[in-house]
């Protein structure tokens, strides 16, 4: 499974971001249960949100919930990051990735990874 993550860039704090992650490969990732991931400079990776097979089930970091919505469409092999009210918090590279079976919030248990989209909030 390769991932590419888009839609990155330099906003004002309260702005509004929608990050792409698309699958490529003889891969269908409706078998692939997906996550987000950032990280900031200095800082270890950590979790933003997860989402399971069909998109019923999701998964928030206190610190984006309710601010940030994650979403997939599997027919376009495509997960989503809808990130609404930034703030200079958020700043980080942004990562996609993907596990086949179960995946829970640690990083380790992701196989898949995109090469990471910037995300810069000013305050």
């Known amino acids: 499974v390769q991932l590419q993550a888009s839609g990155g860039g330099s906003v004002q704090a309260g702005g509004s971001l929608r990050l792409s992650c698309a699958a490529s490969?003889?891969?269908?990732?409706?078998?692939?249960?997906m996550g987000w991931f950032r990280q900031a400079p200095g800082k270890e990776r950590e979790f933003v949100s997860r989402?399971?097979?069909?998109?019923?089930?999701?998964d928030y970091a206190d610190s984006v919930k309710g601010r940030f919505t994650i979403s997939r469409d599997n027919a376009k092999n495509t997960l989503n990051l809808q990130m609404n009210s930034l703030e200079p918090e958020d700043t980080a590279v942004y990562y996609c990735?993907?596990?086949?079976?179960?995946?829970?919030?640690?990083?380790?248990?992701?196989?898949?990874w995109g090469q990471g989209t910037l995300v810069t909030v000013s305050s």
């Open positions: 490969g003889r891969t269908f990732i409706g078998n692939y249960y």
């Open positions: 989402i399971n097979w069909s998109g019923a089930v999701t």
């Open positions: 990735a993907a596990v086949r079976g179960l995946g829970f919030r640690s990083a380790v248990e992701y196989d898949y």
